[in-house]
């Protein structure tokens, strides 16, 4: 069992970063660390797109129109996956989802709201 905890949300200008941060929370070491750890976004209006993947043997994958500005970690000790949002842009506002897919069992965390406006 996994609860997914989103944070670091906020207001951010045109150009500036931002990073989200998410707590596994009841998450044993072993279960995190085979989880495929995703972040996921939802503007108004759209449908739910993933913006970047980081899956249990260390590689990442990244939605098109961030990548090279966006980057995804995460620290398996901690329980913990992260999204480094650099050089953000206006379309970049949504709702952001913390996702994790541990053998076929999904999680969603609550969201957390990024808003790009200068």
């Known amino acids: 069992q996994m609860q997914l905890v989103e944070s670091g949300g906020g207001l951010v200008q045109p150009g500036g970063s931002l990073t989200l941060s998410c707590l596994a929370s009841?998450?044993?070491?072993?279960?995190?660390?085979?989880?495929?750890m995703g972040w996921y976004r939802q503007a108004p209006g759209k449908e739910r797109e993933l913006v970047a993947l980081?899956?249990?043997?260390?590689?990442?994958n990244y939605e098109d129109s961030v990548q090279g500005r966006f980057t995804i970690s995460r620290d398996n000790r901690k329980r913990t996956v992260y999204l480094r949002m650099n050089n953000v842009i206006p379309e970049d506002t949504a709702v952001y989802y913390c996702?994790?897919?541990?053998?076929?069992?999904?999680?969603w965390g609550q969201g957390t709201q990024v808003t790009v406006s200068s």
């Open positions: 996702h994790s897919d541990y053998f076929g069992a999904q999680f």
């Open positions: 980081s899956r249990n043997d260390g590689s990442t």
């Open positions: 009841r998450a044993i070491l072993s279960t995190f660390t085979s989880a495929q």
